[in-house]
């Protein structure tokens, strides 16, 4: 949940055509990945198969993979528009 | 989602009522529930509290509370009420703080994100929203406080640094947003914190006296340093310590290692970013650090 900032920013990106392809190829491989991590907390899978991704540290490897897919697509859009509204 | 005000870009959308409504329904949903384990944790703190009981004992075995002992004074109001209302004020206090979150998690987020995107956002985090209000966790505060802080970091320094050091006091891996204060040179915040640790550390002195207060510390310190040591390799646990465990080698040498490199991976990215786009460091640092607080965390929160 932490990690809300870096979807959002990847959801943003794979909804904007003026994005680099690689871009939002990477953001949808990411959000593809996030997904699937998602799908398996929802407990959807037999209980043995959770722990098989448990065990390979999915969660983990998951939103590593999309913080770092996050930083990577977030750099190019700040060239052309506004970060931030936030008046911090 | 409703539409926030307009956005310098035009585009920014800022989750609101929808979001407000899910968040509630998930709350009262789960107040209703007869599962309330780590509730129970917070509650039972509450009520040692009142009764002047040792909050930390051998005896909570899975469940220890694992907190700075003011935590514990703070949770007395819970631990008055019955288990019952005492959850449904908890849940409903976790909705609106996870509400604070999401919204400042949309003025951080790059690209702007549409109301798409936040609708999108709340559909990937719902199983994540559900087990926070399932387990009846604290996380939904913490991660309210650290939003508000970050918000009111220039107008309000002094209680954005106390805000933060009550996440810091709760669970310690929030310090890692001392790399985000810096980039932003946010020295009052700072010193806030500072003062916020001491006085948390401090304070509780006057309720239970300076020895016994000392010792408080001390069980604190004995609890954490008990149960930490055993969670580094465990399945549950999905920090960089966890991963080092499982593909860098067992015990203590692979979970450094894997905090290690997962700490320097992650701090490489975030100053690749900053370089490639200095207008948006702050937020990127910020958000950077969101991501980190559980990754970092030995024990994966």
């Known amino acids: 949940m932490a990690l809300a900032p870096l979807v959002l920013g990847l959801l943003a990106t794979l909804s904007r055509a003026e994005a680099p392809r690689w871009a939002r190829a990477v953001a949808a491989a990411a959000v593809a990945a996030l997904a699937g991590v998602a799908l398996l907390t929802a407990e959807i899978v037999p209980r043995d198969t959770f722990v098989f991704w448990l065990n390979l540290r999915h969660y983990g490897l998951a939103a590593l993979a999309a913080t770092l897919a996050a930083l990577a697509v977030r750099a190019p859009r700040a060239y052309s528009q506004p970060m931030t509204t936030s008046s911090m | ?301």
Not at chain 2, 69 to 81: C, E, T
Not at chain 2, 205 to 211: E, I, K, R
């Open chain 2, 1 to 301: 989602m409703t539409p926030a005000p307009p956005a310098p870009n035009g585009l920014r959308a800022l989750p609101g009522a929808g979001l407000l409504a899910l968040l509630l329904v998930l709350a009262l949903v789960n107040a209703a529930a007869v599962r309330v384990n780590d509730f129970r944790v917070f509650h039972t703190a509450g009520q040692r509290v009142l009764r002047g009981e040792a909050l930390y004992r051998a005896e909570d075995a899975a469940y220890p509370f694992k907190y700075a002992p003011v935590v514990g004074l703070l949770l007395a109001p819970v631990g008055a009420l019955p288990l019952r209302p005492a959850k449904l004020l908890w849940e409903i206090g976790s909705a609106l703080a996870l509400f604070a979150f999401l919204r400042q998690a949309a003025r951080l987020a790059a690209p702007a994100p549409t109301r798409a995107a936040n609708a999108l956002a709340a559909v990937l985090l719902l199983p994540y929203l559900w087990h926070v209000f399932s387990l009846g966790q604290i996380d939904g505060f913490l991660l309210g406080a650290i939003a508000l802080s970050d918000r009111w970091a220039d107008r309000r320094p002094a209680l954005s640094g106390l805000l933060w050091s009550l996440t810091v006091l709760t669970k310690p891996p929030y310090l890692v947003f001392v790399a985000a204060a810096l980039v932003a040179r946010q020295g009052r915040r700072l010193a806030a914190l500072v003062a916020g640790l001491a006085a948390g550390l401090g304070l509780p002195a006057l309720v239970w006296g300076w020895g016994q207060n000392l010792e408080v510390l001390h069980a604190w310190r004995a609890v954490l340093g008990r149960t930490t040591p055993e969670l580094f390799c465990a399945s549950s646990n999905q920090s960089f310590w966890a991963i080092g465990c499982r593909y860098l080698g067992p015990g203590l040498a692979g979970a450094a290692a894997g905090a290690a490199v997962g700490t320097l991976a992650l701090a490489g990215a975030t100053a690749w970013a900053v370089r490639a786009a200095p207008s948006g460091a702050r937020d990127t640092v910020t958000s950077s650090c969101l991501g980190a607080t559980a990754l970092v965390s030995p024990l994966g929160w």
